[in-house]
T-cell receptor, first 109, second 112 residues
Framework: NAGVTQTPKFQVLKTGQSMTLQCAQD?????MYWYRQDPGMGLRLIYY???????DKGEVPNGYNVSRLNKREFSLRLESAAPSQTSVYFCASMNTEAFFGQGTRLTVV | QKEVEQDPGPLSVPEGAIVSLNCTYS??????FMWYRQYSRKGPELLMY????GNKEDGRFTAQVDKSSKYISLFIRDSQPSDSATYLC????????????FGSGTRLQVQP
């Protein structure tokens, strides 16, 4: 039982490049989330998906898109990376409590 | 003003001390309250989960929720060096998307 699995763990992008962060959960949860974590800011919600086929914006959605591919998988895409998107990204799935992946450390230069 | 306020610390205590961590919040719709522990370069892991007001105890950890004051606490008894981490409070409402709103985290160091 792996819980929530994120790939990749680390990534360096040049400004303007695109990439997709992958997330998969094996807990059969309906709800999945993408957060970013910056020093002194805690975790801020980017996008969430309450169920397969639905997505909605969170607190900081600009510059991101998401896809809920199926119940297990929820991906986050950066179409044109900017230095302000340098952060640690966490995927979570939730029933009554949220369980987190180990994070993707992204640097945009 | 943030919806959830948490003192960032760092908080440094000797081994064996009782640690008190706190958060205040402004949204009266919050019903679910959680504490997460996050080690450096790791994802947050759930420590305690409480619904509505009251106390909950699990081993050395006790979570308290006072909804009338919009104040939650986490107590750690007999603190250990392995408790050194960042502690994040999180909460969510009873309806809608149920996404968690986090405090900014308190960094705790337990000195041996």
């Amino acid at each position: 039982n792996a819980g929530v699995t994120q790939t990749p763990k680390f990534q360096v992008l040049k400004t303007g490049q695109s990439m997709t962060l992958q997330c998969a959960q094996d807990m059969n949860h309906n709800s999945m989330y993408w957060y970013r974590q910056d020093p002194g800011m805690g975790l801020r919600l980017i996008y969430y998906s309450a169920s397969e086929g639905t997505t909605d914006k969170g607190e900081v959605p600009n510059g991101y898109n998401v896809s809920r591919l199926n119940k297990r998988e929820f991906s986050l895409r950066l179409e044109s990376a900017a230095p302000s998107q340098t952060s640690v990204y966490f995927c979570a799935s939730m029933n009554t409590e949220a369980f987190f992946g180990q994070g993707t450390r992204l640097t945009v230069v | 003003q943030k919806e959830v306020e948490q003192d960032p610390g760092p908080l440094s205590v000797p081994e064996g001390a009782i640690v008190s961590l706190n958060c205040t919040y402004s949204n009266s719709a919050f019903q679910y309250f959680m504490w997460y522990r996050q080690y450096s370069r790791k994802g947050p892991e759930l420590l305690m989960y409480t619904y509505s007001s009251g106390n909950k105890e699990d081993g050395r950890f006790t979570a308290q929720v006072d909804k009338s004051s919009k104040y939650i606490s986490l107590f750690i008894r007999d603190s250990q060096p392995s408790d050194s981490a960042t502690y994040l409070c999180a909460m969510s409402g009873d309806t809608g998307r149920r996404a968690l709103t986090f405090g900014s985290g308190t960094r705790l160091q337990v000195q041996p």
